[in-house]
């Protein structure tokens, strides 16, 4: 598990904040057009013909941008009921929620130590 917390300075009423996977989803997030999709599939779920129409993409590039997502678990895959070869693409809500929690306590300022950083000529003299 990769967390972030060296000193107290660092340390928070939340806790150290949990590092796992929030590189490769905001990785996923990371291109304009998984951001576009991304923006669709808040609202509801999708067809890749429907976004393709919605974002003036291609058939394949949407869905490569899909499989990104997929693979970073923020967008789920359903097959239709009666006719398998239709896949409808919609957002994994635990894996947003996580997501969302990571960023908030990522940007959470409300507890900045405005203290300066004890570093520079400082430090030296006090290591001798």
Partial sequence: MS?????????????????????????????E????IFALLTRAEFCVCELEDALGLSQSLVSNHLRVLKRAGLVRARRDAVDARWIYYSLDGKAVE???????????????????AHCGPERERRRR
């Fill in 3 to 31: 967390v972030v917390d060296v000193g107290p300075r660092e340390r928070r009423a939340a806790g150290p904040i949990q590092f796992d996977g929030l590189a490769g989803r905001l990785r996923a997030l990371g291109d």
């Fill in 33 to 36: 057009n998984r951001l576009r």
């Fill in 98 to 116: 996580s997501l969302r929690g990571s960023l908030l306590r990522l940007l959470d300022l409300s507890q900045l130590d405005q203290s300066l």
